[in-house]
């Protein structure tokens, strides 16, 4: 099956710094979407992005589809941007399952 | 995107027993998905559920542990039977999402905890 890597594993940072997330792939996708799981455990959707690049206020993501990597940028981070980042990807949208990346654990210090 | 409605968000269960947890969609979908998350773990995909048929389990889960039931196309049921502490754990539920280039959503999850 297809496999999914993300980096860095964990993350600290200080307030109003911007980070970047990554997430390799080794198969050809057609879903590919970002979650922030946050301290309770709920699973929010940031983007579905199987290719290009999107923004939502102080977060993009951009896919490179051909060569297999996505990556999520956060800017002038914030204590509540803590939690964990997944990256999820799919091979048949709609009747396929969704195969998660290990995650990374971002910290955001005041 | 679709909503979906899962309770109980959280339960503390003796070993032995069996939870049952629920998630409701406020709008017909074809299929459903049931996911697992172990602590400090990501999620792993339990089964996928169709409704009118069998649900269709991956490799190393089993319908007799965590039985299945899609009884219409906005409800579905998870079953987690004769629990163990290993069990313990955040179950969640997804659809496709109706609205088109949202890829798929999550309840809200249910955190269990096995003592």
């Known amino acids: 099956g297809i496999q999914v890597e993300q980096s860095p594993p964990d993350l600290i940072l200080q307030e109003g710094a911007n980070s970047t997330l990554r997430c390799n792939f080794s198969d050809s996708v057609n879903n590919l979407q970002w979650f922030h799981q946050n301290p309770w455990g709920q699973l929010i959707n940031l983007f579905y992005i199987p290719s290009g690049t999107k923004q939502n206020g102080r977060l993009s993501a951009t896919t490179v589809a051909t060569e297999r990597y996505s990556l999520l940028y956060i800017s002038s981070s914030q204590t509540t941007d803590s939690g964990v980042y997944f990256c999820?990807?799919?091979?048949?949208?709609?009747?396929?399952?969704?195969?998660f990346g290990t995650g990374t654990r971002l910290t955001i210090i005041p | 995107s679709a909503v979906i409605s899962q309770k109980p968000s959280r339960d503390i269960c003796q070993r032995g027993t069996s939870l049952t947890i629920q998630c409701q969609v406020d709008?017909?979908?074809?299929?459903m998905f049931w996911y697992r998350q172990q602590p400090g773990q990501s999620l792993t995909l339990i089964a996928t559920a169709n409704q009118g048929s069998e649900a269709t389990y991956e490799s190393g889960f089993v319908i007799d542990k965590f039985p299945i039931s899609r009884p219409n196309l906005t409800f579905s049921t998870l079953t987690v039977s004769n629990m163990s502490p290993e069990d313990s754990s955040i179950y969640l539920c997804s659809v496709e999402s109706s609205r088109l280039a949202y890829g798929y959503t999550f309840g809200s999850g249910t955190r269990l905890t096995v003592v």
């Open positions: 999820a990807v799919g091979s048949n949208f709609g009747n396929e399952k969704l195969t």
């Open positions: 709008s017909q979908v074809t299929m």
